[in-house]
């Protein structure tokens, strides 16, 4: 079967820089209103899979709920366990925590996530990744690519839509070039900064990628800092919320300890993105109710063996995430010695 490599090898063995490069995704259609479109918008048709670990399946979960899609495009959510073929189906009786965490519905004699690439084509050579946009009818993967599959989300449905969730903008016309602007930067040095800090195989790649890394948390810190809020933009919600979330939501539980971004962490060396993070969790269900903590500590600790040999899951920090109106310690006496 083509793909028969080792999909764990982050960086190659022999690229002697020890830098992480992301491949890009493979399968990038889109569902559209038009009419005559080869993948329209219509009810129940497609099929999201996910997983509650990955931050980039994570952004499609949650705009699927700001946008009420949940009873046009249904999803499955895989197991944490991600090993040598891939992300991987929870098996029957199985207790694993989050909604459609569940065998797959669609091909039940399907294990991995990576089937389903091979039903759609043999010779499929790239990563197994997830989201997945599968179009039922057609028995096609529309789109593997979380960028595209939001934005097709916060429009492509509306015509099906009550009014309540069609006029929700997460990319309004007046925002769009700061938007535009601030995805490039956080995409490439907190969304993958994280990633190629923690997959260098380097010193001198680990250092100038956590180094940037941090750069651009201090910036994001900044802007934060001046913005009204309670929101990225102040007052709207606009994608740029959804896409640092999931980095940020994350950063204290996995990517301190395990990607070695231990210059400072968000509870403590953050206040004004620790607020802001705060605030969608515990207060906007679509950030909290789609945030799954074991999945994630688990996922990243005993999914990359060649980070962790022994798989070993640390308990802390605890909380995972700490309350809107609590703070730890050291960021109490910042803020009075301020």
């Known amino acids: 079967m083509a793909g028969e490599r080792n999909i764990l090898d982050w960086v190659h063995p022999d690229d002697s820089t020890g830098e992480f490069k992301r491949g890009a995704s493979s399968f990038r ?47 499955t959510a895989v197991h944490w366990s991600m090993q040598e073929k891939g992300w991987r189906f929870v098996e029957e009786g199985e207790n694993v925590p989050g909604q459609n965490t569940t065998p797959d519905p669609l091909h039940p004699s399907f294990k991995h996530i990576r089937e ?44 099906l839509l009550p009014e309540k969730y069609r006029t929700v903008d997460l990319f309004p016309t007046s925002l769009r070039p700061q938007i535009e602007e601030s995805n490039e930067w956080i995409y490439n040095d907190i969304n993958n900064g994280v990633y190629k800090s923690g997959f260098a195989t380097q010193q001198a790649a680990y250092e100038k990628n956590v ?24 007052e709207q919600l606009t994608e740029s919320d959804v ?14 300890q395990h990607f070695k971004c ?40 005993k999914s990359h063996k060649q980070i962790n040999p022994l798989s070993l899951t640390p308990v802390g920090p605890l909380p995972d995430i700490l309350p809107v109106d609590k703070e730890v310690a050291a960021a109490v006496a910042a803020i009075y010695h301020g």
Request: a positive charge; one cysteine or more.
């Open 211 to 234: 180094n940037n890394l941090f750069a651009a948390l201090d910036r994001a810190e900044k802007h934060l800092s001046s913005s009204p809020g309670p929101f990225y933009f102040g």
């Open 262 to 301: 231990n210059i400072r962490d968000i509870r403590s060396g953050y206040p004004a993105l620790h607020r802001w993070v705060r605030h969608l969790y515990w207060t906007r269900p679509e950030f909290g109710d789609t945030t799954q903590f074991e999945h994630i500590k688990k996922h990243y600790t």
């Open 29 to 75: 259609d889109f569902i559209s209103s038009k009419s005559g479109a080869q993948y329209p918008a219509e009810k129940d048709r497609y099929h999201l899979y996910v997983s509650y670990a990955c931050p980039w399946a994570h952004r499609t979960l949650i705009v699927r709920k700001l946008k009420g899609l949940e009873e046009l495009v249904p999803f």
């Open 243 to 256: 896409r640092l979330y999931t980095t940020i939501v994350r950063f204290d539980t996995v990517y301190v």
């Open 116 to 159: 389903i690439y091979f039903a759609v084509d043999p010779e499929y050579k790239g990563r197994f990744t997830v989201p997945v946009l599968y179009d039922k009818k057609q028995q096609r993967i529309v789109n593997n690519e979380s960028s595209e599959i939001i934005r097709m989300f916060y429009t492509e449905f509306d015509a």
